[in-house]
T-cell receptor, first 110, second 113 residues
Framework: EDQVTQSPEALRLQEGESSSLNCSYTVSGLRGLFWYRQDPGKGPEFLFTLYSAGEEKEKERLKATLTKKESFLHITAPKPEDSATYLCAVHQGGSEKLVFGKGTKLTVNP | ETGVTQTPRHLVMGMTNKKSLKCEQHLGHNAMYWYKQSAKKPLELMFVYNFKEQTENNSVPSRFSPECPNSSHLFLHLHTLQPEDSALYLC????????????FGAGTRLSVL
């Protein structure tokens, strides 16, 4: 059973069309939730870490939020350069692992 | 530039070859990781090293052999691979284990013929 589920699998937006990506998790004792961005042919690039429900973090057009069951990555007025695969990962207490979701591939058309 | 460098970037090998992947981090971190990334699958953790000691082997077949001579360098030795081992192999480092932010290299794209 997947511990981290991301939806949608793929998302196409027009430039300026705001939307949200979802990451739901089933681990207990969450120690941290991480968002990464991955461009084709590159490794994941760290974006945010969230540690507790209600926490929010922002960076340019991106805003990450966290509840007890899921996280959202809100993209406001996206630009074509925001096109990438966005990965979510959780760290469960008592483990050294980050458990990753399959990612959401975002395409922003001009 | 993330401070984590992987070489080579691309590798094609036959099933009987022996090759090695190299990872070097310039971040002063104590923990290093190998991940496998295949299409349509989540990143799969393979190995974790903390202060040069292997702390996790995620049921990886013995045809993959890691080596960590110091906290800055990590190798993945490959031998007798199968076509299904073709994937992007990513190295990451973090300050230490336990949920710290992991910084990734660009990966080695491996094709096994």
């Amino acid at each position: 059973e997947d511990q981290v589920t991301q939806s949608p699998e793929a998302l196409r937006l027009q430039e300026g069309e705001s939307s949200s990506l979802n990451c739901s998790y089933t681990v207990s004792g969450l120690r941290g939730l991480f968002w990464y961005r991955q461009d084709p042919g590159k490794g994941p690039e760290f974006l945010f870490t969230l540690y507790s429900a209600g926490e929010e973090k922002e960076k340019e057009r991106l805003k990450a939020t966290l509840t007890k069951k899921e996280s959202f990555l809100h993209i406001t007025a996206p630009k074509p350069e925001d096109s990438a695969t966005y990965l979510c990962a959780v760290h469960q207490g008592g483990s050294e692992k980050l458990v990753f979701g399959k990612g959401t591939k975002l395409t922003v058309n001009p | 530039e993330t401070g984590v460098t992987q070489t080579p970037r691309h590798l094609v090998m036959g099933m009987t070859n022996k090759k090695s992947l190299k990872c070097e981090q310039h971040l002063g971190h104590n923990a290093m990781y190998w991940y496998k990334q295949s299409a349509k699958k989540p990143l799969e953790l393979m190995f974790v090293y903390n202060f040069k000691e292997q702390t996790e082997n995620n049921s990886v077949p013995s045809r993959f052999s890691p080596e960590c001579p110091n906290s800055s360098h990590l190798f993945l030795h490959l031998h007798t691979l199968q076509p299904e081992d073709s994937a992007l192999y990513l190295c990451a480092s973090s300050q230490d284990t336990g949920g710290n932010i992991q910084y990734f290299g660009a990966g080695t794209r491996l094709s096994v013929l």
